[in-house]
């Protein structure tokens, strides 16, 4: 399905790689690297909140997130009502869709949070440009590394309290998906999960998340709209969830 939004995002607006979050796919790439890609005919496609990136047997890319968020969700124990689902957040400068490289079959649903700006290359070309630019492969392997090392950390403490599961998500998301709020650029401004996609990664009822997020508020430390968390301290964040 073609999507929402069928917008192609002009090359020079995909400058400045440098600044993505760190440890993601874009920031690990060298700053020489990324020009020579986008000469190849990598353009960004604007995709509307809500909406599927295609993946799948059909339509078998990679995706490397320019702006917004995304909640991929995979299916160990197969597809259902009430089946347990594997969830977790991808934002900037990441790159999704990688099982496609090796997989045939693999099977995850990447929806979009926010609007969001992502580059798509098929599998087969991503490959070919892999051998072609060596560093690229590095890049992605070293990202994938800091993606799963940073994956333990937030989303598996299982035994830790919820307070502290929900202020270190809160944080990774402000750092890999925050930006500053346009009325005042000082707080940080996630936009997209809602409590309901929190609790989803965590794997905590929704009222839990609600209370620890209620706790949140009721110290300053974030404010919660629809779909978004404004982070007010990024550090006390990080400080609370050390503290519980």
Not at 11 to 25: A, C, I, M, R, Y
Not at 65 to 83: A, C, K, M, T
Not at 167 to 191: K, W
Request: proline fraction near 7%; glycine fraction near 6%.
């Amino acid at each position: 399905m073609p999507p929402a939004i069928d917008t192609s995002r002009p090359t020079d607006l995909l400058q400045g790689h440098d600044d993505k979050p760190e440890g993601s796919f874009l920031q690990r790439l060298p700053g020489e690297t990324w020009p020579a890609l986008l000469h190849a005919g990598l353009r960004g496609r604007i995709f509307a909140r809500d909406e599927l990136l295609p993946m799948g047997e059909e339509d078998r890319s990679v995706y490397i997130i320019w702006e917004g968020v995304v909640r991929q969700d995979r299916f160990p124990l197969g597809d259902g009502e009430n089946i347990p689902t594997v969830t977790r957040f991808r934002g900037c400068g990441e790159l999704v869709g990688e099982a496609a490289l090796i997989n045939r079959d693999a099977a995850v649903q990447t929806r979009c949070l926010s609007r969001t700006v992502a580059i798509p290359c098929r599998a087969g070309r991503f490959a070919a440009l892999q051998r072609r630019h060596p560093e690229v492969q590095l890049a992605l392997l070293r990202s994938l590394e800091d993606r799963n090392r940073s994956d333990e950390f937030v989303y598996t403490m299982a035994i830790r309290p919820p307070i502290e599961r929900v202020s270190r998500l809160l944080a990774h998301l402000a750092d890999t998906a925050g930006v500053p709020d346009p009325r005042t650029a000082q707080p940080t401004v996630i936009t997209g999960p809602s409590q309901k996609d929190i609790a989803a990664a965590l794997q905590l009822a929704v009222s839990t998340t609600e209370n620890a997020i209620r706790t949140l508020r009721y110290h300053g430390v974030i404010e919660a709209r629809y779909r978004q968390f404004v982070v007010h301290d990024v550090d006390a964040l990080r400080h609370f969830a050390a503290r519980t």
